[in-house]
């Protein structure tokens, strides 16, 4: 099999939120990849940060320590881990300059002066990371539209040079200049687009269905009015809609078409990636069932891949190559959606797992639910847990003695 | 099984500026005590519309077109808002859909949750006192009429005057006895949790669960649970020791030696006491009540319960229960006569009601006597109250009513109509295209109005004649139990009351009951600092607080995730168990359903189109579109694509001709775009409204993603 391209990578994000002196770690030493052309389902129970994942890759928030990665480039940094690191390494200095000033060994200034400067150093290196997150941050777009215009460059610079002077050359030039513009516009964070939860509340009721979906064209900078019209139509017959639709307003649709035109804005930019934000768990079941379909075919037509957010498992199960399950910041158990079901390891993962209705009465009947206890369940007071792959593809959140444990389960069921 | 609630004929439609939208259309179904009955269906098929309707908060422009909806004898579309305010939340409980415009944003999450409970517990106890007396009241006056002399009257008199007094002090007892056992349940797990986090050596915070057991541990004391001994007063006085040594304020030190095992001995106590059997307090009341001074603690619960019912048997019970059958029997009898007289009466009123030129004040007079008549010949000692008499009045009234509104109205209608339609041709002839539709004329059919009236009587005299006819069998013994029962519920009702604490100890039960950690912080938020799940937690939490008879549950768990839609479902099925409630559940998830529901009734476009139990409908399913609903979903075998349902419900201003489902139907048979299909039915608790289920029809399979999946189903049960 050849290597899967890693089209997104998450190391480490974290994403909190201060109210007033209580901070709420939503997100906490998250780390996973998505590879190209995959649907990567992320699932937890409301509250376990997985539309905050979400929210902080498309830098809707912004993050507060980690990096996201995508295509290669780096598009958010927080600096909180490199700002941490400073402050531990200062409290730790202090400490041991405190322990050599109680024990007033003869090199004793000696010893603090090398303990003061391997402190300079480190800060010194912090703050240069720092620094290089924060450029990272903020440039991320603007450095993409360089490398594009340079792409463009590239392309147009041979052609010029081979003419001769003369109206084609003028022509030419022209048409580079405005590419180079077009180029100048891009950005990366436009092959990343989000479908929302609630279809009523992620439209703008004053907009027809043509200008919210031409929106992102016309801020990318097109001003081509049949293009932008052409695109339009493209985009609604791909997602089953007719263009007539394009002058409705969204009130004048069902719930089911309304997700349909939340899904058609994200995909008229072409995007790589969609982050998909439980976009089917507002709507009727038949409908449910529509949109499904319509994400799969867009899926194998487009070549996209999606971040599938949700809590529905079945609908995750169906949907999903790979699945991460959240609980309270944290992802505990990370594997291929058919290993995930059929050897769930950590207990929360089981307990979600059980917790699924099936359409069976007798089945229901007799089901038992299994409740997660973190206290219970776990024993952190020797080693702290951290992600360890336990089979090739298979993460799971644990420390060593839990690992064995598993391993032991894993056995035993094959 | 006792009927809880019956709906019958309900049509429902709505006035909008398109014309009326027509949400439920002649549905029928009947809610059994302690059963839940789940509705399915699509948005807008009219399943949410018929639930406001049960509970009476159907929107303005609502018109409701037929039908009744029976709860205890009375018919709720037609009894006064302030009737309908001792129902609602009370008996009748509802979860809404959206949590966040179902409670108020600007009061703190405690007393929203109260506020109902002590509003309710002074109600209704004043309501419950009354029932009582009045009951009590009627079987003294029939008593008085069986037995005629003066003396017996008074020896009459006082009987019922020593069952009233000591049937509340016997539920008084009850109550204290009931309060003490849940505290000492609630403090036995509290105990076992802090020993629980001990042993995995979790942080807690010692002071505050030692001040709690310290606190709550002599009010488990109680004859009959727990006995404050010196054992357990020299333990408690070491437990406070060991408190003071902890300190106020600063670090939690470890908790000192011994608490532990002291900790450990009071669990034991407990779970001997919780595990106790408990006293007959009904009779042991009555023991009380006459022997003040008997001390009963030490013995045995069994032979405490023998002896003292030997003892109110002998003294009291026999004698009031002979003479309570006597004086029923004495009541149905009368009952019975006038029946007779009023089924010739009947027989005139339709004659009446059949007249061509009705007058409208002669009709409601006529009317009027004849439901005063129907009032009066009413068994009021019987405590079931069931069957036509009891809606006889409201549906006598409503239908003159419906019939004059149609004299009166009908004409304007239709000139109304006749008006806009000649407007709108006049455009139409002008070359003009109006952007707007003439609104159907809504005309009431008379024939139909007057035939109305007269089933309203039918149904009546069909109710006394089978009454009648069963009089032989009546059985004033059974009845006589059945009415001390009831007697019994009311005094439990009156003793019952709501303090201020006990409402808010309440709520925090409520609360932890729903899953919301530190209730006691969370009783002082605002619904603005909850998340989705747990706000809909809290709406659950405030329907449950007033002990409905009734829960209806508009989707309640659409909006949450598996783990807490699981814990909320099962926290549902195990309210219901144990407080013998019946459930109404709507969704449109049916693997929700599956395991909640007794029955499933699954609508589309305001009618039923299949009814049956769970089983019915999971493995025998008959209509298409329960086909589509179970194939539109996947469970975690499915691989295949799925089978998604073409279009969207029709437009039900204009409803379709013939099987309003025919249009989206892959199975739809020529037959189901001319005429509706009629109710089919499959066995004996399964219906089905699909023309597939006609002799005549083609043999259709359901899809093959259902088969598939119920055959899987069944390989399950082998496993």
Redesign the interface.
């Known amino acids: 099999m050849a290597e899967k391209q890693v089209l997104l990578k998450v190391e480490h994000l974290e994403q909190f939120f201060r109210s007033g002196t209580y901070v709420n770690k939503a997100v906490n030493d998250v780390n996973f990849e998505v590879y190209k052309g995959e649907v990567f389902g992320l699932v937890g129970e409301s509250g376990c940060g997985k539309t905050t994942t979400g929210r902080s890759i498309i830098r809707l928030y912004d993050i507060t320590g980690g990096s996201v990665y995508f295509d290669g480039q780096r598009i958010c940094a927080g600096t909180r881990t490199y700002k941490q690191a400073i402050r531990d390494a200062k409290a730790k200095a202090k400490a041991q300059i405190a322990a050599i000033k109680e024990s007033q060994p003869a090199d004793a200034e000696a010893q603090i002066a090398a303990i003061n400067a391997e402190l300079a150093q480190e800060i010194a290196k912090q703050k240069q990371l720092i620094k290089s997150a924060q450029y990272d941050h903020k440039n991320c777009n603007k450095v993409f539209a360089q490398y594009q215009q340079s792409l463009v460059t590239e392309k147009y610079q041979p052609m010029l040079d081979a003419l001769p002077e003369g109206a084609e050359k003028e022509a030419l030039t022209k048409e580079y200049k405005a590419a180079l513009k077009l180029a100048g516009k891009d950005r990366i964070m436009n092959k990343m687009q989000m479908i929302f939860q609630d279809p009523i509340a992620s439209l703008n009721p004053r907009m027809t269905v043509r200008e919210i979906i031409a929106e992102g064209l016309i801020i990318r900078g097109i001003t081509d009015k049949k293009y932008i019209d052409e695109q339009v139509y493209k985009v609604l017959d791909l997602v089953g809609l007719v263009p007539e639709h394009a002058g409705r307003y969204p009130h004048e649709f069902s719930g089911g078409q309304r997700q349909r035109i939340g899904i058609a804005r994200a995909i008229v930019l072409n995007p790589e990636l969609i982050i998909a934000d439980e976009p089917i768990s507002v709507l009727d079941v038949s409908i449910q069932a529509q949109v499904i379909n319509l994400l799969n075919e867009l899926r194998q037509r487009l070549g996209l891949t999606i971040l599938f957010i949700a809590h529905d498992l079945s609908v995750v199960k169906y949907f999903s190559d790979r699945i991460a399950v959240m609980y309270f910041g944290k992802i505990v158990e990370l594997t291929t959606s058919d290993e995930l079901f059929a050897h769930p390891l950590h207990p929360y993962t089981k307990s979600l797992l059980s917790a699924i209705p099936l359409p069976d009465p007798h089945f229901e009947k007799q089901r038992k639910r299994i409740t997660y206890n973190p206290l219970a369940s776990h024993d952190y007071s020797v080693q702290k847990p951290y992600m360890q792959e336990i089979t090739p593809g298979h993460f799971i959140y644990c420390n060593d003695a839990e690992l064995e444990m598993y391993r032991k389960e894993l056995e035993a069921q094959q | 099984m006792e009927k809880k609630l019956q709906v019958k004929d309900l049509a429902i439609s709505f006035r909008t500026q398109g014309g009326k939208v027509q949400a439920v259309r002649h549905i029928d179904f009947d809610l059994y005590k302690g059963e839940t009955l789940a509705i399915v269906g ?2 807008g098929s009219g399943k949410s519309v018929t639930n406001r309707a049960i509970i009476g908060i159907l929107a303005g422009n609502s018109i409701v077109e037929s039908g009744e909806i029976i709860y205890d004898g009375q018919d709720l579309l037609k009894i006064a808002e302030e009737d309908f305010h001792k129902i609602r939340g009370d008996k009748i409980a509802m979860i809404f859909q959206d949590p966040m415009s179902s409670l108020n944003p600007i009061m703190r999450v405690g007393k929203q949750l109260t506020e109902a409970m002590l509003l309710k517990s002074k109600a209704s106890r004043r309501n419950a006192r009354r029932n009582f007396n009045a009951k009590l009241e009627l079987l003294n006056a029939h008593m008085d009429q069986v037995f005629g002399s003066a003396e017996q009257r008074a020896a009459n008199k006082a009987k019922c005057k020593l069952f009233d007094e000591f049937c509340i002090n016997s539920t008084k007892l009850e109550s204290a006895y009931n309060e003490i056992h849940r505290t000492a349940v609630e403090l036995k797990l509290d105990i076992e949790n802090v020993l ?2 001990l042993s ?3 942080p807690i915070d010692e002071r505050k669960q030692l001040r709690h057991v310290i606190k709550l541990m002599p009010k488990t004391v109680h004859p009959d649970i727990v006995v404050m001994d010196d054992q357990l007063k020299a333990d408690l006085a070491k437990l406070q020791q060991a408190l003071n040594s902890l300190g106020l304020f600063g670090k939690v030190a470890a908790l000192p030696e011994g608490c532990v095992e002291i900790l450990q001995r009071f669990v034991q106590i407990l779970d001997k006491a919780i595990n106790r059997p408990k006293p007959n307090y009904f009779t042991l009341g009555y023991y009380m009540l006459k022997n003040p001074t008997a001390n009963v603690d030490d013995m045995p619960i069994e032979e405490l319960t023998a002896m003292t019912r030997k003892f109110l048997d002998e003294d009291f019970m026999l004698e009031f229960i002979q003479m309570g059958s006597k004086a029923i029997q004495h009541s149905h009898d009368v009952s019975i006569a006038r029946k007779r007289a009023l089924l010739a009466k009947t027989e005139e009123a339709l004659e009446f009601f059949r007249a061509d030129n009705l007058n409208k004040k002669a009709a409601i007079a006529y009317a009027k006597q004849l439901c005063a008549q129907v009032k009066f010949a009413i068994d009021r000692l019987n405590v079931v109250k069931s069957g036509a008499q009891y809606t006889f009045e409201s549906g006598l009234m409503d239908a003159i009513k419906k019939y004059f509104g149609g004299i009166k109205n009908n004409p304007k209608e239709q000139a109304r109509f006749e008006r806009q339609t000649a407007k709108r041709n006049k455009l139409i002839a002008r070359g003009k295209t109006p952007d707007w539709k003439v609104v159907p004329a809504s005309i009431v059919d008379l024939d139909v109005a007057r035939k109305n009236i007269r089933s309203v009587i039918h149904n009546l005299r069909h109710d006394y004649a089978s009454e009648i006819e069963l009089n032989d069998s009546f059985n004033s013994e059974a009845k006589v139990v059945e009415l001390i029962d009831y007697l019994k519920e009311q005094a439990s009702a009156v003793v019952y009351r709501v303090t201020p604490k006990m409402a808010k100890a309440r709520a925090l039960k409520l609360l932890e009951e729903v899953g919301i950690p530190d209730p006691a912080i969370r009783y002082r938020q605002y619904p603005f600092e909850f ?3 747990m706000r809909q937690r809290i709406v659950i939490a405030i329907a449950l607080a007033a002990n409905p008879d009734i829960l209806i549950c508009d989707e309640p768990t ?10 909320i ?2 926290l549902i099925n195990r309210i219901k168990v144990e407080r013998n409630l019946s459930v109404i559940f709507i969704t ?8 909640m ?1 007794d029955r499933i009734a699954v609508m589309y476009a305001g009618k039923i189109v299949e009814l049956g139990t ?2 019915d409908i ?2 025998r399913p008959a209509h298409p579109y329960t086909w ?3 194939s ?5 075998d ?2 295949e ?5 073409p279009g ?1 419900p029709p437009n039900m201003i204009f409803p379709p001709k013939g099987d309003a489902f025919a249009a989206r139907n892959k199975y739809a048979l020529e037959i189901d775009f001319e005429e509706q299909p009629p109710m089919f039915q499959i066995s004996d608790t399964h219906f089905a409204a699909t023309w597939l289920l006609h002799p005549n029809a083609p043999q259709v399979e359901p899809p093959r993603i259902v088969t598939e ?1 119920i055959e899987r ?1 069944s390989n ?2 082998v496993k």
């Open positions: 699509e948005s629980f986090l995995k050596k979790q998340s989705g799940g659409t909006a949450l995730d598996v783990t807490i839609q699981a814990q479902l099962e449109h998830d049916l693997g929700v359903v599956a395991n529901a769970a089983d999971f493995y589509a609903l179970l539109s979903m996947p469970d975690l499915t691989k694509r799925l089978e998604a349902i969207t999946r189903m399950r049960e």
